[in-house]
């Protein structure tokens, strides 16, 4: 009896390790010129991944409104963004692919500032089209 527990906390650990490493190789240590595969679904998908990464002060201004604060998001940016790494290498956050309001929020900034309008003017944009 004491073997099989053993082997089952080994199995355990090895398919935490295995999902850990997969999690990591997928999401970290890219620069800013790779975009990981998820980034790169479609072509609108694509655009917002990159005007993020090239944005993002901008997009901190943008709320989220698909409900994503609850896993920590605080602005659309975070759904595509996690972190810029001091060696320059960034971590991007997946739920940016998965989510058509996020892309489509991030596609709609990208037009009204491209535009001209201020940051609070997109936000003002953005806050009417989906708070409601």
Known sequence: MKNY???FLALVLITGGLLISNYYARNSGLN???????AQKN?????AYEYALKNLELLRYIPCYCGCYRIGHKNVGDC???EFKKD?????EEHGAN??????TV???????EEGKSPQEVRDY???KYSS
Do not use: H
Request: glycine share 6%; proline share 3%; charged share 25%.
């Open 32 to 38: 800013k010129n790779n975009l990981p595969k998820y």
């Open 5 to 7: 527990k053993v082997l």
């Open 126 to 128: 953005i806050d009417n």
């Open 43 to 47: 072509s609108e998908i694509k655009i």
């Open 99 to 104: 989510c058509g309001l996020c892309y489509s």
């Open 107 to 113: 596609l709609e900034s990208k037009r009204l500032f």
């Open 88 to 92: 320059g290498t960034v971590i991007f």
């Open 80 to 82: 595509f963004i996690k």
